[in-house]
Structures are given as C-alpha cells and as structure tokens.
C-alpha cells in the first residue's frame, strides 16, 4: 500500500512539474514573441441574417511560432492570462487592431466595427484612458472599436466593473457579452450592464436544430435579448441548418465556419472590397 501510494506521489509530482516546466517555457518564448513580431491578428467576419452582408469583425489572436507553427490561442492565452503577460498581449492586440482599422480607412475601406477581446484581468480602473489613447493615436473613431468581455466579469456585479464599463460606453465603445450562456449570469441580471450585444456560445449552436436542449436554450437566449433589446450573435455556425434555425428564431448575426474562417487581414479587406455575401 505505502509503496503503491509513494508511486502515485511521485508520478503525479512529476506530472506537475512537466507542467510547470510547460508554462515556463510558454511565457518565456511568448515573451520573445512579442519582440521578435510572431504575433498576428486574423480577422472573422459577422455577418447579418437579414442582408447576408458582412457588418463586422472579430480579432483574433495567432502566434507563429518558428519551430512549433501556429500555436492554438486556446494554449496560450491560458497560460498567459495565469502569468500577467496578458497586459503586455492585451495591449499588442488594442495596438494592432488600431493600426489595421486606421490603414483599412486610410485605403478607403468602409469598415464595419472590430470586436477586441479582453481578458477579465485586463478590465481595470485605467482601461478606459488606455483605450481613449490608443484610439487617439490612431485616429480611430471608437465606434470602429467593439469589446468582448466574458461572463466571469459580470459574476458579483462589482460596482467598479460597472462604472468602467458605464465609462467605455460613454466614450463610445461597443461591448459584447462572449461566450454566452457558459457562465453563471442569468438573463435578468444582465439588465444591470452596458452591454449591446450578446454572442450565443458556440456549445450551444453545435446542437442546433436537432438538440432538443439546446434549440431551447438558443430559443431562450433570443428572446431574452430580444426584450433587452440586445443584438444578438450566434457564434461557430458552420451548417446551413444551423444558420436557417437561427435566422426563424430572430438572431440577428452569425459567425462561423460556414461563411469563413478567421483569416489573415489582407483575406478579409478581399471579402470586403468583393461584397461577399451569406
Ligand atoms: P472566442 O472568443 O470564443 O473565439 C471564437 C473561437 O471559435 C475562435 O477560436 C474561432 O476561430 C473559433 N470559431 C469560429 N467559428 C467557428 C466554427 O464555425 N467552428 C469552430 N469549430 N470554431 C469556430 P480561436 O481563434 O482558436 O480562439 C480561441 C479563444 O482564444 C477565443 O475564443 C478567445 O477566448 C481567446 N482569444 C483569441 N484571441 C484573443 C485575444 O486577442 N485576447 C484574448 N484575451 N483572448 C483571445
Ligand atoms: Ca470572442
Ligand atoms: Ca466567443
Ligand atoms: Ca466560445
């Protein structure tokens, strides 16, 4: 028994130290990432149920890492997020989606809004003067400029998450509620914040329209916004019956595998320019 439980000991201690190593070497490498330029943003378009007509964008995060390729955001916004380097990405992020809005302009594109997103740790007392700075120094307008924040942020309704967010959306920011549906929030507390639209998480639509729970909780979150008078996006669409259910239920915009991947900038400015439709 003592033998069996010292093994155990040990071999889960030496699964937690790989993964320390792991997230070691993560944030270092990231670290030289953001000097050496490995970083990206890749663009997907929202696209509206009534025209069928791109009406906005969300930034995404890519890292080309010169041995292991691309890595997933989903393997190092975590490690990052734990780490506080996500400030210095966060800010990369705000700067780059800036700097491509403002040569989209300057090239005479009409551009729909650019969604952000923002991790909870960057949703401080400052962010609004940081993105009244950011938006100042690229001459971008901040209605070129929406914000994705996810539920975690809402949940205990602190005041001060209030009044930043009561503050971003004075100086003329967008925010989105990401994710929805995956959190603790409930539909009526939402009321209580500054937030224009809402993206169904893609958990949900994954099931649509044959899931009978899920069609119901699609059918729920639409209502719902619909009274708060909330735009409403249903996000990893990627079959033609997903995106017919969506549209009878009354949502307003989808993004999705089925109208494009995310794609590097000079791919989305093409779909732009060529009227790409739904
Ligand atoms: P998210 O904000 O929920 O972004 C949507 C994710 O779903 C993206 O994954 C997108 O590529 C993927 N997706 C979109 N349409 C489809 C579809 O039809 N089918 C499937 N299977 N997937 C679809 P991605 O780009 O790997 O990003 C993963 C997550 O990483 C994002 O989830 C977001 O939470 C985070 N992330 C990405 N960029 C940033 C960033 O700049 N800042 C922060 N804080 N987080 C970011
Ligand atoms: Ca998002
Ligand atoms: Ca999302
Ligand atoms: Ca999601």
């Given at each position: 028994k003592?033998?069996?439980?010292?093994?155990?000991?040990?071999?889960?201690s030496e699964e937690m130290n790989q993964r320390a190593k792991e997230h070691l070497r993560i944030e270092s490498e990231l670290r030289l990432a953001l000097q050496r330029n490995e970083l990206q943003l890749y663009y997907q378009p929202k696209v509206s149920l009534r025209s069928g007509r791109?009406?906005?964008?969300e930034a995404l995060l890519r890292w080309r890492h010169p041995v292991r390729g691309m890595v997933s955001p989903g393997v190092f916004i975590p490690v990052a997020e734990e780490t506080g380097l996500i400030l210095e990405l966060g800010n990369w992020v705000l700067e780059e989606a800036c700097r491509q809005v403002r040569a989209w302009k300057d090239a005479n594109l009409i551009m729909p809004p650019v969604a952000v997103n923002l991790s909870a740790r960057q949703f401080d007392r400052r962010l609004?003067?940081?993105?009244?700075?950011?938006l100042q120094r690229h001459q971008v307008q901040p209605e070129q400029i929406m914000l994705e924040i996810t539920e975690s942020l809402l949940v205990g309704g602190a005041e001060n998450v209030v009044s930043i967010m009561n503050e971003l959306v004075a100086m003329g920011l967008?925010?989105?509620?990401?994710?929805?549906?995956t959190g603790y929030s409930s539909l009526a507390y939402l009321k209580k914040f500054?937030?224009?639209t809402l993206k169904i998480d893609r958990s949900f639509v994954i099931g649509l329209p044959y899931e009978e729970n899920d069609c119901a909780i699609a059918r729920a979150i639409v209502t719902m916004a619909q009274q708060l008078r909330q735009e409403i996006v249903a996000e990893g669409v990627?079959?033609?019956?997903?995106?017919?259910?969506?549209?009878d239920l009354g949502c307003d915009q989808l993004?999705?595998?089925?109208?494009?991947?995310?794609?590097?900038?000079e791919d989305f400015e093409r779909m732009l320019r060529e009227g790409k439709r739904l």
């Amino acid at each position: 028994k003592a033998v069996q439980a010292e093994a155990a000991f040990l071999f889960y201690s030496e699964e937690m130290n790989q993964r320390a190593k792991e997230h070691l070497r993560i944030e270092s490498e990231l670290r030289l990432a953001l000097q050496r330029n490995e970083l990206q943003l890749y663009y997907q378009p929202k696209v509206s149920l009534r025209s069928g007509r791109i009406v906005g964008a969300e930034a995404l995060l890519r890292w080309r890492h010169p041995v292991r390729g691309m890595v997933s955001p989903g393997v190092f916004i975590p490690v990052a997020e734990e780490t506080g380097l996500i400030l210095e990405l966060g800010n990369w992020v705000l700067e780059e989606a800036c700097r491509q809005v403002r040569a989209w302009k300057d090239a005479n594109l009409i551009m729909p809004p650019v969604a952000v997103n923002l991790s909870a740790r960057q949703f401080d007392r400052r962010l609004p003067e940081r993105m009244a700075d950011v938006l100042q120094r690229h001459q971008v307008q901040p209605e070129q400029i929406m914000l994705e924040i996810t539920e975690s942020l809402l949940v205990g309704g602190a005041e001060n998450v209030v009044s930043i967010m009561n503050e971003l959306v004075a100086m003329g920011l967008a925010l989105a509620l990401d994710d929805f549906g995956t959190g603790y929030s409930s539909l009526a507390y939402l009321k209580k914040f500054p937030i224009s639209t809402l993206k169904i998480d893609r958990s949900f639509v994954i099931g649509l329209p044959y899931e009978e729970n899920d069609c119901a909780i699609a059918r729920a979150i639409v209502t719902m916004a619909q009274q708060l008078r909330q735009e409403i996006v249903a996000e990893g669409v990627e079959t033609a019956e997903q995106m017919s259910f969506l549209r009878d239920l009354g949502c307003d915009q989808l993004q999705g595998y089925l109208f494009s991947q995310p794609v590097p900038a000079e791919d989305f400015e093409r779909m732009l320019r060529e009227g790409k439709r739904l």
